[in-house]
Structures are given as structure tokens and as C-alpha cells.
């Protein structure tokens, strides 16, 4: 009937085939354990390249954030009003107070003038805003109440200055009769 006359297998023989099936499928699985630990590495690899991109992307973008900060403070600073010291000049007779500085910084406008003294009554400086250049001198007129000794009068103002790019810098002088000082 058939061509071939198979005798049936021996126990040896069934042994050795399930064997080499078992050496076969174990060495597929190894493979493909290997083939998915490769792909898995591969991926792993390019997610962390693209996280150290990433990482490098961000701290340069804050490095560029931080040099435009210290360009822009340093253009404000460079375009900042730089006042001399307040000069006192007191008139005993009329019992008057000049305060005169000088703008030794970039030219400025005056915009306000806050002058909450009460020993001294301030005039309000006029054609506010003014335009105070480099070297130019700012002056102020105050009176006293007569029951207050001119020496002894206490003032306080705010002066109010913007630049050209529009930063405010604000002035305060702090005064008692002759001494005064500038912050």
C-alpha cells in the first residue's frame, strides 16, 4: 500500500525528535527575547537622545531669556538719569529753600512732582513734563511756615523722571533745613 514501510518509532527515537522541537522552539524564543530586548533598547535609545535634545533645547532657550533680561536691564541703566547730590541754598530773609541738582545721566522728562512736605510748602514746578538734558539743572522753591525756624524744617518730595524707553525712575529727597539727601 505504501511505498515505504515505516516501522513505528522507538521511545528513543520519539525522545530525540521532541528534543530537537524543544531546542528549536527554545532557541525562537531566545531569539525573538532578543530580537524585542534590541528593538526595545533601539527605541529606548532615540527616546532618550530625544530627551537629551530636548533638555539642551530648554536650557538654551533660557540662556537667550536670561541675555535679553541683562540687554534690556543694561539699556535701561544705561538710559537711567543720574542726579548730583541736592544743593540746599536758603534764603534767611524771605525764609525760602532752593534744592537744585544737576542730571548727569541721559537726558529725562520730568513728569511729576509729589511734594507732601509740611514744613515746606513746594511750588509745583511748571510745563511739566519737562525735558531735562544731560548737565541741565532741576530747581525747586519752597517756603516755610513762619512758626517753624527755616533751619529745623523737615521735607520729604518725589520726584518722578521717565526715560526713552519709557522706564520711570523715581527720585526721593529727604530734607531737614540745610542737609539734604538724594535716594
Request: with cysteine; charged share 25%.
Amino acid at each position: 500500500m505504501f511505498l515505504f514501510d515505516i516501522p513505528p518509532m522507538t521511545k528513543w527515537t520519539t525522545d530525540q525528535v521532541a528534543n530537537i522541537i524543544n531546542i528549536f522552539s527554545a532557541i525562537g524564543t531566545v531569539g525573538a527575547f532578543l530580537y524585542a530586548f534590541y528593538l526595545e533598547r533601539r527605541n529606548s535609545k532615540k527616546i532618550n537622545d530625544l530627551a537629551e535634545i530636548t533638555k539642551e533645547l530648554s536650557n538654551q532657550n533660557k540662556l537667550i531669556i536670561d541675555q535679553n533680561e541683562l540687554i534690556r536691564l543694561q539699556m535701561e541703566n544705561e538710559a537711567a538719569p543720574f542726579f548730583s547730590n541736592v544743593n540746599v541754598e536758603i534764603d534767611y530773609h524771605n525764609g525760602s529753600i532752593w534744592l537744585k541738582m544737576v542730571n548727569k545721566g541721559h537726558p529725562v522728562k520730568w513728569i511729576n512732582a509729589h511734594l507732601p512736605s509740611n514744613d515746606l510748602k513746594f511750588q509745583e514746578p511748571e510745563f511739566l513734563p519737562k525735558f531735562i538734558g544731560k548737565d541741565e539743572q532741576v530747581s525747586l522753591l519752597g517756603f516755610r511756615n513762619k512758626e517753624i525756624p527755616i533751619g529745623k524744617c523737615k521735607y520729604n518730595l518725589v520726584l518722578t523722571f521717565k526715560n526713552n524707553y519709557g522706564n520711570r525712575f523715581l527720585y526721593l529727597i529727604i530734607g531737614e533745613g540745610e542737609k539734604a539727601e538724594l535716594r
